[in-house]
């Protein structure tokens, strides 16, 4: 079975601050690993994802993750926080072909000028 | 290209009413998922389909909900009676194998 866990439900940075969102995982499989954000009133929005292969991901908007096994974590980061990145942020894992993705309870991100 | 299309966007109605959401998949892809979206237990899975046979309808709160999809373009999430509790955003997403969900941008669901 697989879960993720996301640490800290709301993170507060500033405008050109590092940003970090946490995610650890647990799965029987290999895992695919997802980083989804979603603005106010819209839909997920895939921000990037591991399968296989190298384990630093880039995604768009600036952001990136790293798939570390032994920590089974994938965690997000950015460089430079900007104001449009304030949003919820949710980190799925999927096991096995044609299985569904389970996610994460999210984390806000909140960017202050 | 289409996206996921969900219809309608809004939905109010008053609690005992029935209450159908769509969802149009991205054509091409063979799975079809429904999510719950709640401030309270953020987002659920309701129920999935691959090649249009549902696979796992755990996520399915109670025998009020129901979920078809006759063909690859097309499903619909029903409840009947809706209640207060029911109110939510529901999501729809599709995909193809190990390809990423695609979402819809949702229907926000308010029954009275």
């Known amino acids: 079975a697989q879960s993720v866990t996301q640490l800290g439900s709301h993170v507060s940075v500033s405008e050109g601050a590092l940003v970090l969102l946490r995610c650890n995982y647990s799965s029987s499989v290999p895992p695919y690993l997802f980083w989804y954000v979603q603005y106010p009133n819209q839909g997920l929005q895939l921000l990037l994802k591991y399968t296989t292969g190298a384990t630093l991901v880039k995604g768009i908007n600036g952001f990136e993750a790293e798939f570390k096994k032994s920590e089974t974590s994938f965690h997000l980061t950015k460089p430079s926080a900007h104001m449009s990145d304030a949003a919820e942020y949710f980190c799925a894992v999927k096991g096995k072909a044609g299985t569904a993705l389970i996610f994460g309870k999210g984390t806000t991100l909140s960017v202050s000028s | 290209d289409a996206g996921v299309i969900q219809s309608p966007r809004h939905e109010v109605t008053e609690m005992g009413q029935e209450v159908t959401l769509r969802c149009k998949p991205i054509?091409?892809?063979?799975?079809l998922f429904w999510y719950r979206q709640t401030m309270m237990r953020g987002l659920e899975l309701l129920i999935y389909f691959n090649n249009n046979v549902p696979i796992d309808d755990s996520g399915m709160p109670e025998d009020r909900f129901s979920a078809k999809m006759p063909n690859a373009s097309f499903s619909t999430l029903k409840i009947q009676p809706s209640e207060p509790r029911d109110s939510a955003v529901y999501f729809c997403?599709?995909?193809?194998?190990?390809?990423?969900?695609?979402f819809g941008d949702g229907t926000r669901l308010s029954i009275l």
């Open positions: 054509s091409g892809h063979n799975s």
């Open positions: 997403a599709s995909s193809l194998g190990q390809q990423p969900q695609h």
